[in-house]
């Protein structure tokens, strides 16, 4: 399991749909979480705006400029704790994923298991690591 500290993830949770939520108290939830990426924190910004809104990451990434950073808005949404049912829908037995968590694992051992990419597998250990310390996560239907 990775280190979660819950101060800055409980201000993002805290920050609901964002309606009533002024871009910086946005940012500074999202600054707290410390997350590392090549958006910068505007386009950060924009990613939990648009969530909110039940936009797609290709669509909040068309709206970036570039439909190419689909996968760094998808990777900031999730470390932002705004997930989709798709989130949980691994491309790998899941239940041999657990295994190998439980068993200590570490990203690379378990990216050679799968084939899969380090960043990948890292992305599906924090969905699974909220999961499990936030439970259910508040998804929309459509999501």
């Known amino acids: 399991?990775?280190?979660?500290?819950?101060?800055?993830?409980?201000?993002?949770?805290?920050?609901?749909?964002?309606?009533?939520t002024s871009d910086q108290e946005i940012k500074n939830a999202i600054k707290a979480l410390n997350i590392k990426t090549t958006l910068p924190l505007d386009e950060m910004v924009t990613v939990f705006k648009m969530y909110h809104k039940d936009c797609s990451d290709s669509e909040i990434a068309v709206s970036l400029g570039d439909r190419k950073k689909m996968r760094n808005?998808?990777?900031?949404?999730?470390?932002?704790?705004?997930f989709r049912w798709r989130d949980f829908e691994t491309p790998?037995?899941?239940n041999e994923f657990i295994h190998a968590v439980d068993d200590g694992k570490n990203d690379?051992?378990?990216a050679a298991m799968f084939g899969a990419g380090k960043?990948?597998?890292?992305?599906?250990?924090?969905?699974?690591?909220?999961?499990?310390?936030?439970g259910a996560p508040d998804i929309p239907v459509n999501g």
Request: aromatic share 8%; charged share 30%.
């Open 1 to 20: 399991m990775i280190e979660i500290d819950d101060k800055p993830i409980e201000g993002m949770i805290a920050l609901g749909s964002g309606s009533d």
């Open 73 to 82: 808005v998808e990777r900031v949404r999730v470390k932002c704790g705004l």
């Open 92 to 94: 790998f037995d899941i």
């Open 108 to 110: 690379a051992e378990i």
């Open 119 to 134: 960043s990948t597998i890292r992305t599906y250990r924090q969905v699974l690591d909220w999961h499990e310390t936030y």
